[in-house]
């Protein structure tokens, strides 16, 4: 299970950092992945993190604005926001999965999702 949490409404280039917490299964062989959703439009990859080694992937979109991070201890991974934007308006979902990839598809388990608001 995945519960995200951190979403709301902010002004252009201010931060956020959002929350997953997983529990009820096993994660060190796991990918844990965020994507987003604006109205009107596909489910994007956002950011991802090996469990294990702690390795990460971005979409070019964010590099150099978010930062993806796992506390272990906590079974959380977080996504740190800066220089947010209004087109980074959207819903956004924690998924977790045994590969990584860029498609929705790859991931077997998803949150319900945090928005998060940007006001330019």
């Known amino acids: 299970r995945l519960v995200e949490s951190g979403g709301g409404l902010v002004q252009a280039g201010a931060s956020l950092r959002l929350s997953c917490l997983a529990s009820?299964?096993?994660?060190?062989?796991?990918?844990m992945a965020w994507f987003r959703q604006a109205p009107g439009k596909e489910r994007e990859f956002v950011a991802a993190i090996r469990w294990g080694t702690g390795r990460t992937y971005y979409a070019d979109s964010v590099k150099g604005r978010f930062t993806i991070s796992r506390e272990q201890a906590e079974n959380t991974v977080y996504l740190q926001m800066a220089g947010l934007k209004p087109e980074d308006t959207a819903l956004y979902y924690c998924?977790?999965?045994?590969?990584?990839?860029?498609?929705?598809?790859?991931?077997?388990?998803w949150g319900q999702g945090t928005q998060v608001t940007v006001s330019s």
């Open positions: 009820g299964g096993a994660f060190s062989s796991s990918v």
């Open positions: 998924a977790t999965g045994s590969s990584y990839g860029t498609h929705p598809t790859t991931y077997r388990h």
